[in-house]
DNA sequence: TATTATACTGAACATCTGTTCTATGTCAAA
DNA sequence: TTTGACATAGAACAGATGTTCAGTATAATA
């Protein structure tokens, strides 16, 4: 027996992961990727809790059908209710509140953990209406420090809001993470054969030429910016 | 060929199934449960599409997952864009819709009639979360046409969101209204004793000095800047 | 103690699933 | 006509995936 919520704390742990896979990849995990991310690899555990899950009615599932896993509203209702830390508060209906996840510096770039997308751990989010993205699943914010990316018309404390995506156009600007030097940078990206080409919208500043692709890691693409000002 | 848009008729049945079937199971379809719904049961059909799909950007692929097909933003939009057309709601509360009056020209200004700053005559609005401003009553917003203003960090397409005040510091940039010109643009506005000095942004462009301080008459001080960029 | 229920472990299996390979048909350009 | 690009067709394969079965462990209960 696990918690007071009549789960056990590894069936919560089930529960949390597939919301958070979801979010993240767009479709359900399967019994085996649970087992991974609870330190279990046997399926038939997974598929023992999926079971209860099913039974409190958390979630639903379509028999024999791989990733056939949907959350119900008692399940995303559960998982707002019984918060790892905290919860953020729901925003009003219309509205988005993306995670301002930290900071990004576009000359002297600093690392920006990969892993942990979630909204937890920010403390700050930026507000904005819903309607102005056709998808709010997976943006995140960062604030711009520095002036260099001056010519890239964005320059310091300028807000950039990015999409979670692991896929870029040629030419589209995105947060790039350098896996060998631990940098998160601000870059147009250009898939060159096998090389990637990370330009600097600054013209005077050389590109970079990245000759392992696998280095490369889409952090997302930047969708908007936002530059506040006095007052 | 299918139809104009680049798309096979079987492409865009393919594109349009992953939609549907996402919106009423919860997971993407596998390529054999694609196959069926198009009338081919043949995987390698399927597959094959599903990477001109790609190409085209109109969804992701996590590659040797089960389902592991995403819808990117272009993929929706292009949905979007063919079927029935949807009709803009309400927006809730929390949010404030900030009338879209018109464009402003910085380096070649165009009119704005001065009198009109109702919702009234604004086709268009903004919407943003009501929580990022004091108070939301006197707001408007412009579209930025032409690079006149890119040493401001403002060029061709940014949105404006301005405040309608009469008065401004020195040193902030406003929208002005030149009664002699009926013309209206965006500078940064000094009070020089009798005169004015209406500087622009970029620095190799000369200030213009108003004698007449009755002819200055300033529309509104820019509040915020919004940049969308791809998708 | 014996019983029952629940969670876990381990293995195996039938099917599903994505991928690859080869071959065929179609249509437009050379 | 030939050529080449492209969509399609069929078959096969390695691995993933959901499921099932037998057995173990632990705790609560009679």
Redesign the interface.
């Given at each position: 027996m696990g918690t007071d919520s009549g789960l056990t704390e590894r069936q919560e742990k089930i529960l949390r992961y597939i919301y958070e896979f979801g979010r993240e990849?767009?479709?359900?995990p399967?019994i085996r990727e649970i087992g991974a991310a609870v330190g279990t690899p046997h399926p038939s555990v997974i598929s023992h809790n999926l079971k209860r899950l099913e039974e409190a009615g958390l979630i639903?599932r379509?028999p024999r059908r791989?990733?056939?896993?949907?959350?119900t509203e008692a399940g995303r209702a559960f998982l707002s209710a019984t918060p790892t830390e905290m919860i953020p508060p729901e925003?009003?209906?219309?509205?988005v509140s993306i995670p301002l996840l930290g900071e990004i510096v576009a000359g002297e770039p600093i690392p920006v953990p990969s892993s942990d997308f979630s909204l937890m751990g920010a403390d700050e989010t930026v507000?904005?209406?819903r309607?102005?993205f056709?998808?709010t699943s997976d943006l995140y914010a960062l604030r711009v420090r520095g002036n260099s990316m001056?010519d890239a018309?964005?320059?310091d404390g300028d807000i950039v809001i990015m999409?979670h995506?692991?896929?870029v156009?040629n030419g589209?600007?995105a947060a790039v993470w350098l896996r060998d030097r631990e940098e998160t940078t601000l870059k147009r990206v250009y898939w060159e054969g096998r090389r990637v080409r990370l330009q600097p919208a600054n013209p005077s500043m050389k590109p970079i030429y990245i000759d392992d692709p696998t280095q490369v890691e889409i952090q997302g693409?930047?969708?908007?910016?936002?530059?506040?000002?006095?007052?």
């Open positions: 990849w767009g479709f359900p399967s639903e379509e791989s990733r056939g896993i949907r959350l925003p009003p209906e219309g509205l507000e904005l209406a309607s102005i056709r998808d001056i018309l964005i320059h999409r995506t692991r896929r156009e589209e600007m693409k930047v969708v908007m910016v936002i530059r506040r000002l006095h007052g």
